[in-house]
């Protein structure tokens, strides 16, 4: 069972638009949401990431959006560049300690000039 | 910042050898590591936790005798792929947190290329 659903799956933007990947999550205990960023033969690296107490998160051109009754929430990257092509993957982990992050299954972006 | 190194990058063995892959912490203890494998164009998939000086604990489906992790310090984790299989040629990653920080302290290596021929 996908802990963690990511879509779309691929996304082609046009330099300076606004990127939007989404996720949807079923664990309620789920209490952290972070969303990472991978380029390829890298490991992920951590681009932000929010909690359920609040609903919007900013840091540069990176927003992160929660609902938490939908149990929703959605990366936007404003003004897209190419350099921001990579695969892009939502995750969550619950409670304190030392417990995993279970990670959505990535969105491949594509900023074309 | 935390940071976790990962060795070897990459690496190509033959089908029925082993493959020994370590994790560092490189500026923090950590009791805890995790193991990841990524397949092509597919996400992260948790392996096993890795507990210091104790068992490691797997997930479902994966096998403990083939994929054997060892977590003798603080600051090391060792995943061995024992009698590797061309089916077991991944992208391998290992994460940490920093103790004492916020979830934002997870970190992860850089991955290793595993592949059996």
């Known amino acids: 069972q996908q802990q963690v659903k990511q879509s779309p799956q691929s996304l082609i933007v046009q330099k300076g638009g606004i990127s939007i990947i989404n996720c949807a999550y079923e664990n309620t205990a789920f209490d952290y949401f972070p969303w990472y960023q991978q380029f390829p033969g890298k490991g992920p690296a951590l681009l932000i990431a929010i909690r359920p107490d609040v609903s919007e998160k900013k840091e540069g051109r990176f927003t992160i959006s929660f609902n938490k009754s939908a149990k929703q929430f959605s990366l936007h990257i404003m003004d897209s560049q190419p350099g921001d092509s990579a695969t892009y993957f939502c995750a969550a982990s619950k409670g304190s300690g030392n417990t995993p992050l279970v990670f959505g299954k990535g969105t491949r972006l594509s900023v074309i000039a | 910042g935390a940071v976790v190194s990962q060795h070897p990058s990459r690496v190509i063995c033959k089908s029925g050898t082993s493959v020994k892959i370590e994790c560092r912490s490189l500026d923090f203890q950590a009791t805890t590591m995790f193991w990841y494998r990524q397949f092509p164009k597919q996400s992260l998939m948790l392996m096993a936790t890795?507990?210091?000086?104790?068992?490691?604990?797997?997930e479902q489906g994966v096998e403990k005798d083939k994929f054997l992790i060892n977590h003798a310090s603080l600051t090391l984790s060792t995943l061995t792929v024992t009698s590797a299989h061309p089916e077991d040629s991944s992208f391998y990653i290992c994460?940490?947190?920093?103790?004492?920080?916020?979830?934002?302290?997870?970190?992860f290596g850089s991955g290793t290329r595993l592949t059996v021929v």
């Open positions: 994460s940490a947190k920093k103790p004492g920080q916020a979830r934002d302290g997870y970190t």
């Open positions: 890795s507990n210091e000086g104790s068992k490691a604990t797997y």
